[in-house]
């Protein structure tokens, strides 16, 4: 098996055809094709099924093109890192973050890692744990910042914990319940939710009522963004619980009212989730410890905040 050979299927996965996968590689189409038919051949399977309009993975070609892509990241890995450790701190860096993260840490962690290494390039992508987890596994995300079930193990994942999490019920301004003290007065309120897609946060919404033994609230909307949720609160009557790190930034502060609600409302902590099978690149490695620094500041900024 040879290094061109993963890179031709990559290449013809992602583009769905050989021709566009040739022009983007700046191969010919025979190249790639030839290339393919003999990766198949070695391993007594076929990897894609040839229709009129373009190549379609079958399931093997499926499990194929994931080891195929780990085995990409690692190599991008690994040229990184020699020239990290020579004292070149270029390359990239890939985290993934929950939106909670973005709002109360990434701005100071940004401005660090950019003062010290300028010639980095940070991607940044936001999701919850486990739409990504996948990507973490096979290299193509450094680490992930965010709300993470630590009672929940899982192999070659390990976690630090930055801070805990607490969720505040919100509504716009000048709402008629702005000065509700008790989730027991909102019964028959109605709300929107955001519909996390990892199983570590689903349940937060909810669990507060199950504890005081209420039904769980009268979701009418449902969104997949925090930008959509926020909108909706701000420009209707219904209600929605957040993680007050949300509030955050002067324009939430703006919008929204906070409402003094007296029961407990936690959620998962907020944490660092990496891979424990291979370590960080230098310059991945500098990141990370910019978000334990930032998770630091603001744990203590938040008790301090709390305390009497």
């Known amino acids: 098996m040879k290094l061109s050979q993963i890179r031709d299927v990559v290449a013809t996965a992602e583009t769905g055809s050989l021709r566009a996968a040739a022009r983007q590689l700046g191969i010919t189409q025979p190249a790639i094709t030839r290339s393919i038919r003999e990766l198949e051949q070695e391993l ?8 009129q309009f373009g190549m379609q993975l079958t399931a093997v070609g499926r499990a194929f093109l994931d080891r195929a892509r780990a085995v990409q990241e690692e190599l991008r890995r690994a040229r990184e890192e020699i020239r990290q450790l020579q004292g070149t701190m270029t390359g990239s860096v890939s985290v ?37 987890e996948g990507r973490l596994l096979n290299g193509e995300i450094d680490f992930f910042v965010g709300p993470f079930a630590a009672a929940e193990k899982r192999s070659r994942i390990a976690y630090e914990t930055l801070f805990s999490n607490h969720r505040v019920v919100i509504a716009r301004k000048d709402h008629p319940l702005k000065d509700t003290t008790s989730l027991r007065d909102l019964a028959g309120t109605e709300w929107v939710k955001q519909a996390l897609p990892d199983r570590e946060s689903e349940g937060d919404f909810e669990r507060p009522w199950s ?30 619980s957040v993680p007050r790190q949300m509030l955050n930034a002067p324009v939430s502060r703006e919008l929204f009212e906070v409402l003094p609600i007296s029961e407990e409302m936690a959620a998962a902590p907020i944490c660092l989730v ?35």
């Not at 709002?103 to 401005?111: C, K, N, S």
């Not at 291979?278 to 490695?285: D, F, Q, R």
Request: aromatic content about 8%; glycine content about 4%.
């Open 44 to 51: 007594g399977v076929p990897l894609f099924e040839r229709h």
């Open 96 to 132: 993934a973050m929950s939106a909670i993260s973005t709002f109360a840490l990434m701005p100071q962690a940004v401005r660090a890692f950019r003062n010290r290494h300028p010639g980095a390039v940070l991607k940044i992508i936001e999701s919850f744990f486990q739409p990504i």
């Open 211 to 240: 504890q005081l033994g209420l039904p769980p609230p009268r979701v009418v909307m449902h969104t997949t963004s925090s930008t959509a949720t926020l909108l909706a609160v701000a420009n209707s009557d219904l209600l929605t």
């Open 274 to 308: 990496y891979r424990t099978d291979i370590s960080l690149t230098p310059l991945a490695e500098s990141m990370f410890d910019m978000f334990r620094r930032a998770g630091l500041q603001y744990s203590r900024k938040t008790d301090g905040a709390a305390a009497p």
